[in-house]
């Protein structure tokens, strides 16, 4: 069974930054498009950013756009990481943040902003910021 593991969250303070981990178990999931996805109190979870498999293809919620990054790791020693970097965070970004993966290679905006297209999720990494 495929597992991702995020890892990185924690509290920050707002205008500052902080880099979320998503590693997968498998190695060909190098090879699939990665999203991010968080879930605040009391709310449905939400998309925030996706990236095909060369990491050349990315898109964002307007929410973040601007502030977020999504992009593969190249060291090869984290060859099945994704990064989401957060800058100039804000309060309202507070949330549980969920990676998710599915064996494909492209994204489609739009579409892959529905959590049904995704088929595996990781456990989540809390983020909490501080105004």
């Known amino acids: 069974q495929v597992q991702l593991v995020e890892s990185g969250g924690g509290l920050v303070q707002a205008g500052g930054s902080l880099r979320l981990s998503c590693a997968a178990s498998?190695?060909?999931?190098?090879?699939?498009?990665r999203a991010w996805f968080r879930q605040a109190p009391g709310k449905e979870r939400e998309f925030v950013a996706a990236?095909?498999?060369?990491?050349?293809?990315?898109?964002?919620?307007d929410s973040v756009k601007g502030r977020f990054t999504i992009s593969r790791a190249n060291d090869k020693n984290t060859v099945n990481t994704v990064y989401l970097q957060m800058n100039s965070v804000k309060p309202e970004d507070t949330a549980v943040y969920y990676c998710?993966?599915?064996?494909?290679?492209?994204?489609?905006?739009?579409?892959?902003?529905?959590?049904?297209?995704?088929?595996?999720w990781g456990q989540g990494t809390q983020v909490t910021v501080s105004s």
């Open positions: 998710a993966s599915d064996r494909r290679s492209e994204v489609a905006p739009e579409l892959d902003k529905i959590q049904k297209r995704w088929h595996y």
């Open positions: 498998e190695r060909t999931f190098n090879n699939y498009a």
């Open positions: 990236l095909n498999w060369s990491g050349d293809s990315t898109y964002y919620a």
